[in-house]
């Protein structure tokens, strides 16, 4: 489902997550983000909490926008969330955001998302296209 050229924009990147509950959308930029190995996306969550609300509220829904800024390569996946608050994926997130906020913050835990869909956005042919 994630081929080489999703992979990369994923990697690097700019991603949204957009998350609904109780007819009410939410919309947010991460920069805690990565792909594992076995193709789930994970989210370090810092300042997630409408986030985390909304899939509370729909069974874990979710969707993230990924692209590229220069190019307008881009990749919308939907999927289903998990909230993790320990393992290896939280150590990882809360050591990236204790470094970059010099200790001022930290990661609570991790979305691991399991994609089920991924769509084209690149303006072009391919455009709205199911991968």
Do not use: H
Not at 34 to 48: N, Q, S
């Amino acid at each position: 489902m994630l081929n080489e050229s999703v992979i990369k924009v994923l990697k690097n990147g700019m991603w949204d997550l957009a998350t609904c509950a109780n007819g009410e959308p939410n919309v947010v930029p991460v920069a805690f983000k990565d792909v594992t190995d076995d193709g789930k996306l994970v989210v370090g969550d810092v300042f997630l909490e409408t986030t985390l609300n909304n899939i509370k509220g729909n069974n874990g829904r979710i969707a993230i926008s990924a692209y590229d800024t220069q190019n307008l390569e881009g990749y919308q996946i939907k999927g289903t969330a998990e909230y993790a608050t320990e393992g290896a994926i939280v150590d990882n997130f809360k050591a990236m955001v204790e470094k970059m906020f010099n200790g001022a913050a930290t990661a609570k835990g991790a979305l691991i998302i399991t994609p089920e869909k991924v769509i084209v956005t690149t303006p072009g042919a391919d455009n709205k296209k199911e991968i």
